[in-house]
């Protein structure tokens, strides 16, 4: 178990450091200048030259990123000309929306998914299943942006039913006292009723949109396995004692195919909180993603690399975790790695 936890850490800790030199050169590719964009058009040589000095522009690629690793040794995410904070403040005001907005992605993806995939077999009838599977080839196959904007221009503008990209919290709305920084909790936990069910109603459209792509995958997943599961022998003892057959498949089959969706739905969650972009941009969600492309357009290369490197942390916490308890469970991926 030491060795496979040994190799799994060298593992992450490439995948960053990676993540990290890709990002930090690519931005560096990209056209333009920072040093003007902070500087302003009307800027004169002289202070872009000291502006660039300054950002450390001037030096070397192989020292600059030398010099950004220093800094993010030390704790310290980088200053972010474009808002003037240090950049692990920005992103600490932004996280909690892009969290909030996962978590409602991955809660419709999941029971979604669970619901679809365990009528579809425990029916046994074909156009269920069929379905199923044209509803996941459909999400599979749609841009979650598109569906965004189809979303709210029917939902939102035609039918007035759910908020348009207004962010959050309706206009004229105060946020609740910052506990978690999630406005549903933070709501509930101040008594306030109606902040929680307008924070939620305003969670509906977005989490719906980010939640359509996880849906495919987890739903043809589940299903598979609840295929695979009702044929084990212990389904069959089960049934031979006089259990109902309802009962067996909600006590025995469904817990026994939920390991696999457990662990994908964890690296889901992963990847919603770092690809979010788009709906963000798409409903004005003041998250990490909405942040991202502003700082790109702004050149403001520290905001984004801290994005990128957390993100990339994440991602690679999220899969070490998913390694190790598979590992705890089954002997057989402790013996492979070896």
Do not use: C
């Given at each position: 178990?030491?060795?496979?936890?040994?190799?799994?850490?060298?593992?992450?800790?490439?995948?960053?450091?990676?993540?990290?030199?890709?990002?930090?050169?690519?931005?560096?590719?990209?056209?333009?200048?920072?040093?003007?964009?902070?500087?302003?058009?009307?800027?004169?040589?002289?202070?872009?030259?000291?502006?660039?000095?300054?950002?450390?522009?001037?030096?070397?690629?192989?020292?600059?990123?030398?010099?950004?690793?220093?800094?993010?040794?030390?704790?310290?995410?980088?200053?972010?000309?474009?808002?003037?904070?240090?950049?692990?403040?920005?992103?600490?005001?932004?996280?909690?929306?892009?969290?909030?907005?996962?978590?409602?992605?991955?809660?419709?993806?999941?029971?979604?998914?669970?619901?679809?995939?365990?009528?579809?077999?425990?029916?046994?009838?074909?156009?269920?299943?069929?379905?199923?599977?044209?509803?996941?080839?459909?999400?599979?196959?749609?841009?979650?942006?598109?569906?965004?904007?189809?979303?709210?221009?029917?939902?939102?503008?035609?039918?007035?039913?759910?908020?348009?990209?207004?962010?959050?919290?309706?206009?004229?709305?105060?946020?609740?006292?910052?506990?978690?920084?999630?406005?549903?909790?933070?709501?509930?936990?101040?008594?306030?009723?109606?902040?929680?069910?307008?924070?939620?109603?305003?969670?509906?459209?977005?989490?719906?949109?980010?939640?359509?792509?996880?849906?495919?995958?987890?739903?043809?997943?589940?299903?598979?396995?609840?295929?695979?599961?009702?044929?084990?022998?212990?389904?069959?003892?089960?049934?031979?004692?006089?259990?109902?057959?309802?009962?067996?498949?909600?006590?025995?089959?469904?817990?026994?195919?939920?390991?696999?969706?457990?662990?994908?739905?964890?690296?889901?969650?992963?990847?919603?909180?770092?690809?979010?972009?788009?709906?963000?941009?798409v409903f004005g969600w003041p998250g990490v993603g909405s942040l991202t492309v502003d700082a790109i357009l702004q050149k403001d290369f520290a905001v984004v690399q801290g994005v990128i490197l957390l993100s990339a942390v994440?991602?690679?916490?999220?899969?070490?975790?998913?390694?190790?308890?598979?590992?705890?469970?089954?002997?057989?991926?402790?013996?492979?790695?070896?």
């Amino acid at each position: 178990m030491l060795n496979l936890v040994s190799k799994r850490l060298m593992v992450a800790l490439g995948t960053i450091l990676g993540a990290s030199l890709f990002s930090f050169v690519l931005l560096r590719k990209l056209p333009g200048d920072p040093a003007r964009l902070v500087g302003g058009e009307l800027a004169d040589a002289t202070t872009i030259d000291n502006l660039r000095s300054a950002m450390g522009l001037n030096k070397p690629l192989p020292a600059q990123f030398w010099d950004y690793l220093s800094t993010v040794g030390h704790g310290n995410l980088g200053f972010s000309y474009s808002t003037g904070q240090n950049v692990a403040d920005v992103v600490r005001t932004r996280l909690p929306a892009t969290v909030e907005l996962g978590l409602t992605g991955v809660t419709f993806a999941v029971v979604s998914a669970v619901v679809f995939g365990a009528v579809a077999v425990y029916r046994r009838k074909r156009g269920a299943d069929v379905l199923l599977r044209v509803a996941s080839s459909l999400a599979m196959g749609s841009p979650p942006f598109w569906l965004a904007l189809v979303a709210i221009l029917l939902l939102a503008v035609k039918l007035g039913v759910f908020p348009g990209p207004e962010g959050r919290l309706s206009p004229g709305i105060q946020p609740p006292a910052a506990f978690t920084g999630l406005y549903t909790i933070d709501a509930l936990k101040a008594g306030q009723f109606s902040t929680f069910l307008n924070a939620l109603w305003h969670l509906v459209l977005p989490g719906a949109a980010i939640a359509v792509g996880p849906f495919a995958f987890l739903s043809r997943l589940f299903r598979s396995q609840l295929r695979t599961t009702v044929r084990e022998p212990f389904v069959l003892v089960a049934r031979s004692r006089g259990i109902t057959r309802s009962k067996v498949f909600v006590r025995h089959v469904i817990p026994n195919s939920l390991l696999p969706l457990v662990a994908a739905t964890a690296m889901l969650f992963a990847e919603l909180m770092t690809g979010s972009v788009l709906i963000e941009k798409v409903f004005g969600w003041p998250g990490v993603g909405s942040l991202t492309v502003d700082a790109i357009l702004q050149k403001d290369f520290a905001v984004v690399q801290g994005v990128i490197l957390l993100s990339a942390v994440l991602y690679v916490t999220v899969s070490f975790l998913a390694d190790i308890t598979y590992a705890a469970i089954d002997p057989r991926v402790r013996v492979g790695a070896r």
